[in-house]
């Protein structure tokens, strides 16, 4: 099951090649929109037409409005696998596999990766495109403490072009998926550990998230605040977390901030390590912080490498987590995730590498993450241990939010390959779920403000 770094560099070389011979590394403002597409992929599909030319954000089937099952009005909801990966054809198709996908189908007993025709479904609105042509001529800039988004034209992608790997990162932390959305019953699970004979965890919350530099027009990250995420966290179930909420914070320049309230206590209480590495509460120390969507915060500890683009198959378009008619429950196995609530196309993504910086620490020392050209999201990742070991594998879902015009952070699974447990979380499918809500002005939703999110606020709202 151990995997020594080395593997992730047998490829290394050709994918710099790869990424040497795409055109996206020495385009111009003026090819957005032409050559490029407004988020500055490559608008071509590849030579053998198995990944098609980007036409645009495609909406959905005529009739649908929130509240209605959103893969029911996907167009392509009717879909049938192309073919199935699996150990017995692992080699023939690993040069389009992560490091981590070709582990899982190795070591996990009746694992497959179930491959589905390509959609390029994602698109940006008209504004933010608008914004992504500032930054590429010039307004995204990195700080001069060499990680900290100093300047950028928001909602937009700061570098559409990046040339470092911390440039590629921002693209995806920074990424348009509204001004903020609900989840009022979203659902986590936690496998069970090999052989305990225990039931798997799930977990139920009511969410909100504001991202107060995406209102339509053009900020920056010193306005707001420099907030560049806040979001409230309020669990549902199981009965033993009932009542504990928390807030946090995310910065362009500056640490997270982090409040929880406990009931017990009937108090909120700074957690001022609740980031990087930290677990998450409740998840019996299974899941850190930034592993989220493969991951999510502070870039500062890592050293990031850009080391080109290459063509893999990764999760998308995973509308079976959001299937308000289905039950996710059906989809859960005892080692992973069952390839009925999985689905693969081939996509273009960057390739990226992190590496811890000297004089810092972090539990994966060493990570990858593959990040989507069309959307900048998160698609894969791994994490090394600190003997070089593969620990765990990530997958995420971009997925269209119809009334956005753009793709968010869809569903997300990671296998502990240490461990043998699995978290599946953003699940919005089954008995009792409700569907996310997106919204696109902050006027929607009165919560939709930085006062709401305050730790004065949090402390009032729980206690009602």
């Known amino acids: 099951m151990k995997m020594k770094l080395e593997l992730m560099k047998v490829s290394a070389a050709a994918i710099a090649l790869a990424a040497a011979m795409s055109g996206s590394w020495a385009a111009g403002p003026e090819d957005l929109g032409k050559s490029l597409t407004p988020s500055g992929a490559e608008m071509s599909g590849n030579s053998d037409a198995t990944i098609p030319v980007w036409t645009g954000a495609e ?18 909801s009717d879909d049938k696998p192309l073919f199935i990966i699996d150990a017995s054809n692992v080699g023939k198709y690993a040069d389009h596999l992560t490091v981590g996908e070709i582990e899982l189908l190795k070591t996990k007993k009746g694992y497959t990766m179930p491959v589905y025709s390509t959609h390029r479904d994602c698109g940006i609105p008209d504004f933010v495109a ?77 969410d909100v998230f504001f991202y107060p530099n995406a209102q339509k027009g053009t900020s920056s ?57 930290a677990p998450i509460i409740g998840f019996e120390n299974q899941y850190p912080v930034d592993d989220q969507q493969v991951f999510y915060g502070n870039p500062d500890r890592y050293n990031w490498k850009l080391v080109g683009k290459k063509e893999l198959y990764v999760s998308y378009n995973n509308f079976l987590a959001w299937d308000s008619t289905g039950d996710y429950k059906q989809n859960l196995g005892p080692d992973y995730v069952k390839p009925s609530g999985r689905r693969y196309e081939l996509h273009r993504v960057w390739v990226l590498e992190a590496t811890v910086k000297d004089g810092v620490r972090h539990s994966a020392p060493k990570r990858t993450v593959y990040l989507d050209e069309d959307s900048w999201m998160t698609v894969a990742g791994e994490d090394y241990d600190a003997k070089g070991n593969l620990w765990r594998v990530h997958e995420a879902s971009p997925t269209p939010a119809y009334e956005l015009g753009a793709c968010v952070a869809g569903t997300y699974v990671f296998n502990d390959l240490i461990s043998g447990r699995y978290v599946w979380d953003q699940i919005w499918s089954g008995q009792g779920t409700k569907d996310t809500r997106f919204f696109t002005d902050r006027s929607q939703d009165p919560r939709l403000s930085l006062d709401w999110f305050s730790p004065e606020n949090l402390r009032a709202i729980s206690e009602r």
């Open 221 to 277: 990250p010193k306005d707001n605040g420099g907030v560049q995420i806040a979001s409230h966290y309020n669990a549902l179930e199981p009965a033993s977390q009932l009542g504990f909420a928390s807030n946090q914070t995310y910065y362009y320049n500056k640490d997270n901030e982090s409040y929880a309230y406990f009931p017990g206590q009937r108090r909120v209480r700074r957690q001022p390590s609740y980031g990087y590495d």
């Open 59 to 76: 909406p959905p089937r005529a009739g649908w409005i929130y509240g209605k099952n959103r893969k029911t009005y996907w167009p392509h």
């Open 130 to 206: 608008k914004n992504t042509v500032l930054n590429a001529q010039g307004r995204g800039k990195i700080g001069a403490d060499g990680w900290s988004l100093e300047d950028a034209a928001l909602p937009g992608i700061p570098f559409p072009f990046p040339k470092t790997g911390i440039e590629a990162i921002w693209n995806w932390l920074a990424k348009y998926q509204g001004v903020g959305n609900e989840e009022a019953r979203a659902v986590s699970y936690l496998s069970a550990p090999p052989g305990s004979g225990r039931d798997g965890l799930a977990y139920v919350s009511s």
